[in-house]
Protein backbone atom coordinates (compact mmCIF):
# COMPACT_ATOMS: atom_id res chain seq x y z
CA UNK A 1 0.00 0.00 0.00
CA UNK A 2 2.16 2.65 -1.03
CA UNK A 3 0.64 5.65 0.04
CA UNK A 4 2.48 9.05 0.56
CA UNK A 5 1.92 12.78 2.50
CA UNK A 6 3.57 15.61 0.94
CA UNK A 7 3.47 18.37 3.07
CA UNK A 8 4.70 22.03 3.90
CA UNK A 9 7.28 22.05 6.97
CA UNK A 10 7.03 25.64 7.61
CA UNK A 11 4.23 28.91 6.89
CA UNK A 12 3.40 27.02 3.55
CA UNK A 13 4.82 28.08 0.48
CA UNK A 14 7.79 25.84 0.44
CA UNK A 15 7.71 24.43 -2.98
CA UNK A 16 5.19 21.63 -2.47
CA UNK A 17 3.82 22.53 -6.41
CA UNK A 18 7.21 21.48 -7.52
CA UNK A 19 7.61 18.16 -5.28
CA UNK A 20 4.17 16.62 -6.37
CA UNK A 21 4.63 17.75 -9.88
CA UNK A 22 8.15 15.69 -9.86
CA UNK A 23 6.64 12.84 -8.18
CA UNK A 24 3.16 12.99 -10.68
CA UNK A 25 4.78 10.72 -13.08
CA UNK A 26 5.31 8.09 -10.45
CA UNK A 27 1.87 8.28 -8.77
CA UNK A 28 -1.27 7.03 -10.12
CA UNK A 29 -3.29 9.15 -7.64
CA UNK A 30 -2.76 12.99 -5.84
CA UNK A 31 -4.96 14.17 -3.91
CA UNK A 32 -5.84 17.59 -2.05
CA UNK A 33 -6.87 16.92 1.41
CA UNK A 34 -7.94 20.09 3.21
CA UNK A 35 -7.52 23.77 2.54
CA UNK A 36 -9.18 25.49 -0.34
CA UNK A 37 -8.57 28.23 -2.77
CA UNK A 38 -6.09 29.89 -0.24
CA UNK A 39 -3.80 27.71 -0.90
CA UNK A 40 -1.33 28.19 -4.02
CA UNK A 41 1.20 26.48 -5.53
CA UNK A 42 3.62 27.57 -9.03
CA UNK A 43 4.73 24.47 -11.23
CA UNK A 44 7.39 25.52 -13.82
CA UNK A 45 7.21 22.55 -16.90
CA UNK A 46 9.31 23.42 -19.52
CA UNK A 47 9.22 27.29 -20.45
CA UNK A 48 5.45 27.02 -18.90
CA UNK A 49 4.77 28.36 -15.63
CA UNK A 50 1.12 27.34 -14.22
CA UNK A 51 -0.39 28.63 -10.74
CA UNK A 52 -2.45 26.15 -9.18
CA UNK A 53 -4.86 27.20 -6.59
CA UNK A 54 -7.33 24.22 -5.60
CA UNK A 55 -6.05 21.88 -7.99
CA UNK A 56 -3.78 19.06 -7.14
CA UNK A 57 -0.50 19.60 -8.76
CA UNK A 58 -0.85 16.25 -10.49
CA UNK A 59 -3.43 17.28 -12.62
CA UNK A 60 -0.25 18.27 -14.99
CA UNK A 61 0.60 14.83 -15.53
CA UNK A 62 -1.25 12.84 -17.92
CA UNK A 63 -0.54 9.29 -16.38
CA UNK A 64 -2.26 10.46 -12.90
CA UNK A 65 -5.67 11.42 -11.24
CA UNK A 66 -6.01 14.19 -9.89
CA UNK A 67 -8.40 14.22 -6.46
CA UNK A 68 -10.45 16.35 -4.54
CA UNK A 69 -11.06 15.05 -1.21
CA UNK A 70 -13.64 15.34 1.18
CA UNK A 71 -11.60 17.79 3.83
CA UNK A 72 -11.26 20.63 0.99
CA UNK A 73 -13.38 23.40 1.15
CA UNK A 74 -14.58 24.06 -2.75
CA UNK A 75 -15.70 27.75 -4.74
CA UNK A 76 -17.01 25.96 -7.68
CA UNK A 77 -16.74 28.84 -9.58
CA UNK A 78 -12.67 29.07 -8.60
CA UNK A 79 -12.63 25.56 -9.67
CA UNK A 80 -14.39 26.24 -12.84
CA UNK A 81 -12.70 29.01 -14.04
CA UNK A 82 -9.54 27.45 -12.98
CA UNK A 83 -10.05 23.66 -14.73
CA UNK A 84 -11.41 26.67 -18.32
CA UNK A 85 -7.64 28.22 -18.05
CA UNK A 86 -5.99 24.63 -18.15
CA UNK A 87 -7.69 23.68 -20.90
CA UNK A 88 -7.12 26.58 -23.06
CA UNK A 89 -3.53 25.35 -22.51
CA UNK A 90 -3.80 22.20 -23.37
CA UNK A 91 -4.13 20.73 -20.01
CA UNK A 92 -6.30 17.39 -20.14
CA UNK A 93 -8.14 17.79 -16.97
CA UNK A 94 -11.04 15.53 -17.59
CA UNK A 95 -9.57 12.46 -14.76
CA UNK A 96 -10.56 14.99 -11.96
CA UNK A 97 -12.18 13.52 -9.05
CA UNK A 98 -14.08 15.78 -6.43
CA UNK A 99 -15.45 14.41 -3.36
CA UNK A 100 -19.41 14.30 -3.45
CA UNK A 101 -18.36 15.06 0.85
CA UNK A 102 -15.94 18.06 0.08
CA UNK A 103 -18.13 21.50 1.51
CA UNK A 104 -18.99 24.41 -0.91
CA UNK A 105 -18.07 27.84 -0.53
CA UNK A 106 -21.32 29.68 -0.69
CA UNK A 107 -21.55 33.63 -1.59
CA UNK A 108 -22.25 34.51 2.17
CA UNK A 109 -19.52 32.82 3.82
CA UNK A 110 -17.07 35.16 1.14
CA UNK A 111 -19.28 38.24 2.05
CA UNK A 112 -18.76 37.16 6.23
CA UNK A 113 -14.88 36.28 5.59
CA UNK A 114 -14.48 40.20 3.89
CA UNK A 115 -16.60 41.89 6.91
CA UNK A 116 -15.40 40.31 9.74
CA UNK A 117 -11.73 41.03 8.65
CA UNK A 118 -12.51 44.42 8.44
CA UNK A 119 -14.18 44.82 11.51
CA UNK A 120 -11.16 42.99 13.63
CA UNK A 121 -9.12 46.15 12.54
CA UNK A 122 -5.57 46.10 14.35
CA UNK A 123 -6.74 42.50 15.42
CA UNK A 124 -7.00 40.91 12.09
CA UNK A 125 -5.23 37.40 11.56
CA UNK A 126 -4.25 38.25 7.83
CA UNK A 127 -7.21 35.70 5.82
CA UNK A 128 -7.40 35.70 2.50
CA UNK A 129 -10.83 36.96 2.27
CA UNK A 130 -12.15 33.84 0.15
CA UNK A 131 -14.60 32.36 2.20
CA UNK A 132 -11.88 29.32 4.26
CA UNK A 133 -12.91 29.75 7.51
CA UNK A 134 -16.89 30.48 7.77
CA UNK A 135 -16.95 27.09 5.18
CA UNK A 136 -14.58 25.11 7.48
CA UNK A 137 -17.01 27.25 10.70
CA UNK A 138 -20.53 25.82 8.84
CA UNK A 139 -19.18 22.04 8.37
CA UNK A 140 -18.09 21.99 12.32
CA UNK A 141 -21.84 23.98 13.24
CA UNK A 142 -23.29 21.25 10.45
CA UNK A 143 -25.17 24.18 8.55
CA UNK A 144 -22.42 23.47 5.72
CA UNK A 145 -23.41 22.58 1.54
CA UNK A 146 -22.04 19.71 0.59
CA UNK A 147 -21.24 19.28 -3.24
CA UNK A 148 -23.87 16.27 -3.18
CA UNK A 149 -26.15 18.99 -1.79
CA UNK A 150 -26.21 20.33 -5.73
CA UNK A 151 -28.46 17.28 -6.81
CA UNK A 152 -31.00 17.76 -4.43
CA UNK A 153 -32.51 21.17 -4.85
CA UNK A 154 -35.32 20.63 -1.69
CA UNK A 155 -32.03 19.38 0.53
CA UNK A 156 -30.06 22.36 -0.72
CA UNK A 157 -32.54 25.11 0.06
CA UNK A 158 -33.18 23.97 3.73
CA UNK A 159 -29.56 24.65 4.59
CA UNK A 160 -29.23 27.57 2.60
CA UNK A 161 -32.26 28.78 4.59
CA UNK A 162 -30.58 27.35 7.74
CA UNK A 163 -27.11 28.81 7.38
CA UNK A 164 -28.64 32.49 6.78
CA UNK A 165 -31.56 32.42 9.74
CA UNK A 166 -28.05 33.28 11.90
CA UNK A 167 -25.90 34.50 9.21
CA UNK A 168 -28.65 37.33 7.83
CA UNK A 169 -29.00 38.40 11.60
CA UNK A 170 -25.02 39.03 12.15
CA UNK A 171 -25.04 41.06 8.36
CA UNK A 172 -27.83 43.52 9.12
CA UNK A 173 -27.45 43.82 12.95
CA UNK A 174 -23.69 43.80 13.41
CA UNK A 175 -22.11 45.03 9.74
CA UNK A 176 -25.28 46.93 8.66
CA UNK A 177 -24.92 44.70 5.10
CA UNK A 178 -28.01 43.52 3.32
CA UNK A 179 -29.90 40.48 4.10
CA UNK A 180 -28.73 37.66 1.54
CA UNK A 181 -31.74 36.21 -0.45
CA UNK A 182 -32.02 32.11 0.43
CA UNK A 183 -33.49 31.47 -3.00
CA UNK A 184 -30.48 33.88 -4.61
CA UNK A 185 -28.14 31.57 -3.47
CA UNK A 186 -30.30 28.26 -3.95
CA UNK A 187 -29.68 29.88 -8.23
CA UNK A 188 -26.55 30.40 -7.85
CA UNK A 189 -25.14 27.23 -6.37
CA UNK A 190 -27.74 25.11 -9.36
CA UNK A 191 -25.75 26.62 -11.70
CA UNK A 192 -22.95 24.47 -11.29
CA UNK A 193 -24.29 21.22 -10.65
CA UNK A 194 -24.47 19.96 -14.17
CA UNK A 195 -21.03 21.46 -14.72
CA UNK A 196 -19.30 19.33 -11.68
CA UNK A 197 -21.61 16.59 -12.22
CA UNK A 198 -18.66 14.81 -14.18
CA UNK A 199 -16.27 15.26 -11.27
CA UNK A 200 -18.45 14.15 -8.64
CA UNK A 201 -16.99 10.55 -6.98
CA UNK A 202 -17.08 8.50 -3.90
CA UNK A 203 -13.51 9.36 -3.79
CA UNK A 204 -13.18 7.34 -0.32
CA UNK A 205 -14.26 4.30 -1.83
CA UNK A 206 -12.02 4.93 -5.14
CA UNK A 207 -8.83 5.60 -2.98
CA UNK A 208 -9.22 2.83 -1.08
CA UNK A 209 -10.02 0.62 -4.32
CA UNK A 210 -6.50 2.09 -5.81
CA UNK A 211 -4.39 1.56 -2.31
CA UNK A 212 -5.52 -2.38 -2.42
CA UNK A 213 -4.97 -2.63 -5.73
CA UNK A 214 -1.14 -1.20 -5.16
CA UNK A 215 -2.02 1.99 -6.34
CA UNK A 216 0.38 4.71 -5.77
CA UNK A 217 -1.42 7.37 -3.89
CA UNK A 218 -0.18 10.85 -3.03
CA UNK A 219 -1.67 13.49 -0.60
CA UNK A 220 -1.08 16.76 -0.86
CA UNK A 221 -0.97 19.56 1.78
CA UNK A 222 -2.59 22.99 1.03
CA UNK A 223 -0.86 24.77 3.28
CA UNK A 224 2.08 24.26 5.61
CA UNK A 225 2.82 22.72 9.75
CA UNK A 226 3.18 26.11 11.48
CA UNK A 227 -0.60 27.09 9.79
CA UNK A 228 -2.56 24.08 10.86
CA UNK A 229 -5.55 24.95 13.14
CA UNK A 230 -4.66 22.31 16.09
CA UNK A 231 -0.21 22.75 15.76
CA UNK A 232 0.48 25.96 13.79
CA UNK A 233 0.65 29.77 15.25
CA UNK A 234 -2.69 29.55 16.72
CA UNK A 235 -4.79 31.86 15.90
CA UNK A 236 -2.97 33.24 13.38
CA UNK A 237 -3.39 29.57 10.90
CA UNK A 238 -5.82 28.48 8.86
CA UNK A 239 -8.88 26.34 9.22
CA UNK A 240 -7.95 22.76 8.97
CA UNK A 241 -5.24 20.34 8.92
CA UNK A 242 -2.52 20.41 6.39
CA UNK A 243 -0.29 18.40 9.33
CA UNK A 244 0.24 14.22 8.60
CA UNK A 245 -2.67 13.51 10.28
CA UNK A 246 -5.36 15.52 8.05
CA UNK A 247 -4.37 13.39 5.21
CA UNK A 248 -6.92 10.62 6.98
CA UNK A 249 -9.65 12.29 7.82
CA UNK A 250 -9.56 14.77 4.68
CA UNK A 251 -9.20 11.71 2.33
CA UNK A 252 -10.82 8.87 4.26
CA UNK A 253 -7.86 6.64 4.41
CA UNK A 254 -6.75 4.82 7.39
CA UNK A 255 -3.23 6.34 9.12
CA UNK A 256 -1.98 2.10 8.61
CA UNK A 257 -1.67 2.68 4.72
CA UNK A 258 0.52 5.75 5.14
CA UNK A 259 3.99 4.66 4.42
CA UNK A 260 5.91 7.37 3.74
CA UNK A 261 5.55 11.00 4.96
CA UNK A 262 7.65 13.73 3.10
CA UNK A 263 7.90 17.31 4.78
CA UNK A 264 8.67 20.04 1.94
CA UNK A 265 11.47 22.75 3.48
CA UNK A 266 12.59 25.95 1.94
CA UNK A 267 16.44 26.57 2.43
CA UNK A 268 15.35 29.90 4.39
CA UNK A 269 12.36 30.68 5.74
CA UNK A 270 9.24 32.57 4.62
CA UNK A 271 5.84 33.38 6.05
CA UNK A 272 2.73 35.46 4.53
CA UNK A 273 0.20 37.41 6.66
CA UNK A 274 0.20 37.90 10.25
CA UNK A 275 1.47 36.15 12.68
CA UNK A 276 4.94 35.47 15.08
CA UNK A 277 8.28 34.85 12.98
CA UNK A 278 11.36 34.80 15.16
CA UNK A 279 13.88 34.86 12.28
CA UNK A 280 11.94 37.61 10.16
CA UNK A 281 14.08 39.97 8.52
CA UNK A 282 13.94 43.33 7.54
CA UNK A 283 17.35 44.81 6.34
CA UNK A 284 18.87 44.63 2.72
CA UNK A 285 19.35 40.52 3.42
CA UNK A 286 15.18 40.56 3.55
CA UNK A 287 14.72 42.32 0.50
CA UNK A 288 17.62 40.12 -1.15
CA UNK A 289 15.71 36.82 -0.83
CA UNK A 290 12.49 38.05 -1.44
CA UNK A 291 13.96 39.38 -5.05
CA UNK A 292 15.61 36.76 -5.98
CA UNK A 293 13.24 34.10 -4.40
CA UNK A 294 10.32 35.90 -6.51
CA UNK A 295 8.35 35.41 -2.71
CA UNK A 296 5.08 36.68 -3.91
CA UNK A 297 2.02 34.97 -2.52
CA UNK A 298 0.57 32.91 -5.80
CA UNK A 299 -2.90 33.18 -4.72
CA UNK A 300 -3.00 36.44 -2.55
CA UNK A 301 -0.68 38.69 -4.45
CA UNK A 302 1.27 39.48 -1.21
CA UNK A 303 4.80 39.76 -0.59
CA UNK A 304 6.03 36.90 1.38
CA UNK A 305 7.88 38.15 4.92
CA UNK A 306 11.41 36.78 4.88
CA UNK A 307 13.98 35.06 6.93
CA UNK A 308 16.54 32.89 7.73
CA UNK A 309 16.11 28.79 8.05
CA UNK A 310 14.61 27.91 11.42
CA UNK A 311 15.94 24.35 12.65
CA UNK A 312 13.54 25.09 15.72
CA UNK A 313 10.02 25.02 13.07
CA UNK A 314 11.89 22.02 11.19
CA UNK A 315 12.73 19.60 14.31
CA UNK A 316 8.35 20.44 15.19
CA UNK A 317 7.53 19.64 12.02
CA UNK A 318 9.21 16.50 12.14
CA UNK A 319 7.91 15.27 15.52
CA UNK A 320 4.40 16.40 14.58
CA UNK A 321 4.13 15.12 11.55
CA UNK A 322 6.35 11.74 11.71
CA UNK A 323 8.57 13.28 8.92
CA UNK A 324 10.49 10.25 7.26
CA UNK A 325 11.79 12.54 4.30
CA UNK A 326 12.78 15.94 3.93
CA UNK A 327 12.65 17.50 -0.05
CA UNK A 328 14.70 20.91 0.20
CA UNK A 329 13.58 23.84 -1.93
CA UNK A 330 15.16 26.70 -3.43
CA UNK A 331 18.49 26.14 -2.75
CA UNK A 332 19.80 28.12 -5.73
CA UNK A 333 18.54 31.33 -3.92
CA UNK A 334 21.22 31.40 -1.31
CA UNK A 335 24.05 31.36 -3.76
CA UNK A 336 25.78 34.32 -3.61
CA UNK A 337 25.95 35.11 0.11
CA UNK A 338 29.61 34.71 2.43
CA UNK A 339 27.76 33.76 5.13
CA UNK A 340 24.14 32.41 5.88
CA UNK A 341 23.05 32.01 9.39
CA UNK A 342 20.65 29.27 10.70
CA UNK A 343 18.71 29.49 13.83
CA UNK A 344 19.46 27.20 16.09
CA UNK A 345 17.62 27.70 19.08
CA UNK A 346 15.51 30.65 20.61
CA UNK A 347 16.22 33.34 23.55
CA UNK A 348 13.11 33.78 25.42
CA UNK A 349 13.47 35.49 28.83
CA UNK A 350 17.23 34.75 29.06
CA UNK A 351 16.71 31.23 28.30
CA UNK A 352 18.34 29.42 25.70
CA UNK A 353 15.14 26.93 24.18
CA UNK A 354 15.48 24.35 21.42
CA UNK A 355 12.33 23.03 21.18
CA UNK A 356 9.31 25.20 19.97
CA UNK A 357 7.53 26.63 23.23
CA UNK A 358 3.81 25.65 23.26
CA UNK A 359 2.94 28.84 24.69
CA UNK A 360 1.92 31.41 22.39
CA UNK A 361 3.40 33.90 24.97
CA UNK A 362 6.45 33.03 24.73
CA UNK A 363 6.71 32.10 21.14
CA UNK A 364 5.80 35.73 20.31
CA UNK A 365 8.83 36.68 22.63
CA UNK A 366 11.15 34.29 21.07
CA UNK A 367 14.49 35.62 19.49
CA UNK A 368 16.39 33.41 17.22
CA UNK A 369 20.19 32.11 18.70
CA UNK A 370 22.14 31.61 15.13
CA UNK A 371 25.23 29.74 13.91
CA UNK A 372 26.80 30.76 10.88
CA UNK A 373 27.86 29.19 8.18
CA UNK A 374 29.95 29.62 5.33
CA UNK A 375 27.93 30.26 1.67
CA UNK A 376 28.96 30.00 -2.08
CA UNK A 377 29.20 31.98 -4.96
CA UNK A 378 28.88 29.18 -7.97
CA UNK A 379 26.01 28.61 -9.50
CA UNK A 380 24.41 25.46 -8.54
CA UNK A 381 21.48 25.62 -10.93
CA UNK A 382 22.98 22.93 -13.41
CA UNK A 383 23.82 20.20 -10.64
CA UNK A 384 22.78 17.08 -11.48
CA UNK A 385 24.35 15.29 -8.02
CA UNK A 386 24.68 15.94 -4.86
CA UNK A 387 28.46 16.03 -5.91
CA UNK A 388 27.81 18.28 -8.22
CA UNK A 389 27.33 20.89 -5.48
CA UNK A 390 30.12 23.07 -3.76
CA UNK A 391 31.25 22.34 -0.94
CA UNK A 392 30.12 24.67 1.35
CA UNK A 393 26.61 24.07 -0.12
CA UNK A 394 27.01 20.27 0.78
CA UNK A 395 27.63 21.01 3.83
CA UNK A 396 24.85 23.50 4.50
CA UNK A 397 22.60 20.84 3.31
CA UNK A 398 24.23 18.64 6.00
CA UNK A 399 23.59 20.86 8.77
CA UNK A 400 20.28 21.52 7.89
CA UNK A 401 19.64 17.91 7.98
CA UNK A 402 21.27 16.77 10.96
CA UNK A 403 19.63 19.93 12.63
CA UNK A 404 15.76 19.11 11.21
CA UNK A 405 15.62 15.35 12.56
CA UNK A 406 15.13 13.56 9.10
CA UNK A 407 16.86 12.94 5.50
CA UNK A 408 17.09 15.28 2.92
CA UNK A 409 16.44 13.36 0.03
CA UNK A 410 15.50 15.54 -2.70
CA UNK A 411 17.34 19.38 -3.23
CA UNK A 412 15.67 22.39 -5.33
CA UNK A 413 18.63 23.99 -7.34
CA UNK A 414 15.98 26.00 -9.80
CA UNK A 415 12.65 26.21 -10.36
CA UNK A 416 12.00 24.39 -13.46
CA UNK A 417 10.97 20.58 -13.43
CA UNK A 418 14.01 19.36 -13.81
CA UNK A 419 16.55 21.24 -11.64
CA UNK A 420 15.95 18.94 -8.54
CA UNK A 421 18.51 16.55 -7.25
CA UNK A 422 17.54 13.37 -6.02
CA UNK A 423 19.32 11.93 -3.51
CA UNK A 424 16.95 8.99 -2.25
CA UNK A 425 14.17 7.82 -4.15
CA UNK A 426 10.79 8.95 -2.60
CA UNK A 427 8.61 5.64 -4.11
Not at 203 to 208: I, M
Not at 238 to 264: D, F, L
Not at 314 to 335: E, M, P, Q
Request: contains cysteine; proline residues 5%.
Amino acid sequence: MPALVLLGAQWGDEGKGKATDLLGGSVDYVVRYQGGNNAGHTVVVGDQKYALHLLPSGILTPECTPVIGNGVVVDPSVLLSELSGLNERGVDTSKLLISGNAHIITPYNVTLDKVTERFLGKRKIGTTGRGIGPTYADKINRVGIRVQDLYDESILTQKVEAALDVKNQVLTKLFNRRAISTDQVVEELLVYADKLAPYVADTVLVLNQALDDDKVVLFEGGQGTLLDIDHGTYPFVTSSNPTAGGACTGAGVGPTKISRVIGILKAYTTRVGAGPFPTELFDEDGEALRRIGGERGVTTGRDRRCGWFDAVIARYATRVNGLTDFFLTKLDVLTGWEQIPVCVAYEIDGRRVEELPYSQSDFHHAKPVYETLPGWSEDITKAKSFSDLPKNAQNYVKALEDMSGAPISAIGVGPGRDETIEINSFI
